[in-house]
């Protein structure tokens, strides 16, 4: 059985940064895409970021390109967002996701473990 458990989430101002992590039980961790995906209040859930198992291919939504980065340690079983000149819409529960497959997918039916999320809070 795999366990997701996001870490790193709070609450921050305008313009300053978090990082993120997601712990992975299991050993499947370093063979699979994973994800984070966000949700806010009000609007469907979206994706953020996606990177393969390799860290070859990688995936940003449009709105957080140039200022979040996504990554991952297999050694650790960890995934990582760091985020950089937060805004406040980026105010969200983020959730790390496993992927049934070695590659990032945009596409969160191809995700087959969920963690149970981190706030991210950002003030104006």
């Known amino acids: 059985q795999v366990q997701l458990v996001e870490s790193g989430g709070g609450l921050v101002q305008a313009g300053d940064s978090l990082r993120l992590s997601c712990a992975a039980s299991g050993r499947t961790f370093s063979n699979r895409g994973m994800g984070w995906f966000r949700h806010a209040p009000g609007k469907e859930r979206e994706v953020v970021a996606t990177?393969?198992?390799?860290?070859?291919?990688?995936y940003y939504a449009d709105s957080v390109k140039g200022r979040f980065t996504i990554s991952r340690d297999n050694a650790k079983n960890t995934l990582y967002l760091q985020m950089n000149s937060l805004k406040p819409e980026d105010t969200a529960v983020y959730s790390c996701?496993?992927?049934?497959?070695?590659?990032?997918?945009?596409?969160?039916?191809?995700?087959?473990?969920w963690g149970q999320g981190t706030q991210v809070t950002v003030s104006s």
């Open positions: 990177i393969s198992w390799k860290s070859v291919n990688v």
């Open positions: 996701a496993m992927g049934l497959r070695t590659l990032a997918s945009l596409d969160a039916g191809d995700y087959a473990y």
